[in-house]
């Protein structure tokens, strides 16, 4: 099933994108906790008169429940391209997952316009990721049973700030939390509709050019694993959001660096899933809702 959440009145609601580009809207569900434990029995009694996809402004599908949980190097390329041949030595790779948080103030929809963020840095960039919504929560979760506590996915941007990324220590936090640098959608796709997360193709486009082009079956920690190693210890909750990592293709690792300007549009893609569409604009403060175009 395809999770959309789109504002009425200008607030957030649900429904079920359908073929031909509808919508059934899913009245009375208004937080993921309903969405999990009513899903199946309201779309099989939705009635509701369908919608047209073009003409709702779509928000993220889901407002995580505390800070975005994020894997940082993840594909052996990307390792290589920010750390991994530093001054041309070989740095072995780590044998846990690099892990880091962003702020659920990061969250932005899948064609908002976003601010290019001037004022604090000049050096934003793209990282497309797949992401894991949790379903079940859960502790000391094991890799076996890791993707029987995922309630579905999505795709995501972590746009960070490489600049304040570096300023502050060893700790990334700073870079990867300023507002609206976790745009997410355009659909939560349940985990019954993709039997194995590492098996997608994933890819970021920059004013319609590829930069990256990856493969979830080449990231070094599985989604399992991931799930595995956040959860040893530390609970995991329903709604809670994982990002994946990022393949190679970043801004800051080419020659010359890249970095997002005014007007650039980047778009984050994920086999099965759905492209995100965002332009930056310095003027903005705040994001600003767009619509899917075509
Ligand atoms: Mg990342």
């Not at 073929?19 to 208004?30: A, K, R």
């Amino acid at each position: 099933m395809r999770i959309l959440r789109f504002l009425q009145a200008g607030a957030p609601c649900y429904g079920v994108l359908k073929p031909d580009n509808l919508v059934m809207p899913l009245p009375g569900i208004t937080s993921f906790e309903e969405l999990r434990s009513h899903l199946r029995e309201v779309t099989v009694a939705g009635d509701s008169p369908l919608l047209s996809l073009d003409t709702l402004t779509l928000v993220s599908p889901i407002d995580p429940p505390r800070n975005i949980l994020c894997v940082g190097w993840n594909y052996l390329k990307h390792f290589d391209e920010s750390l991994g041949k530093r001054e041309g030595q070989d740095v072995p790779l780590p044998d846990r997952p690099t892990l880091f948080t962003k702020l659920p103030t990061t969250v932005a929809g899948p064609y908002d316009a976003l601010p290019l963020q001037q004022s604090y840095t000049d050096k934003l960039d793209w990282e497309v990721e797949l992401a894991v919504i949790i379903g079940t929560g859960g502790r000391d979760i094991s890799e076996h049973d890791a993707l029987s506590h995922v309630f579905g996915y999505t795709v995501a941007n972590d746009i960070s700030a490489r600049d304040l990324q570096r300023a502050h220590g060893a700790q990334w936090f700073k870079g990867k939390s300023l507002d609206c640098t976790c745009p997410m959608g355009p659909v939560l796709v349940t985990a019954d509709e993709i039997t194995n997360p590492q098996d997608l193709a994933i890819a970021c486009y920059l004013n319609g050019e590829v930069v990256q082009s990856g493969h979830t079956s080449r990231q070094i920690f599985s989604v399992a694993r991931v799930i595995a190693e956040i959860s040893a210890g530390l609970t995991l909750l329903p709604g809670d959001v994982i990002l994946t990592g990022t393949p190679e293709g970043i801004g800051a690792a080419r020659t010359p660096p890249v970095f997002i300007r005014d007007g650039d549009t980047i778009e984050c893609e994920v086999q099965g899933i759905g492209r995100l569409r965002n332009t930056f604009k310095a003027q903005l403060r705040d994001a600003q809702p767009g619509r899917h175009q075509g």
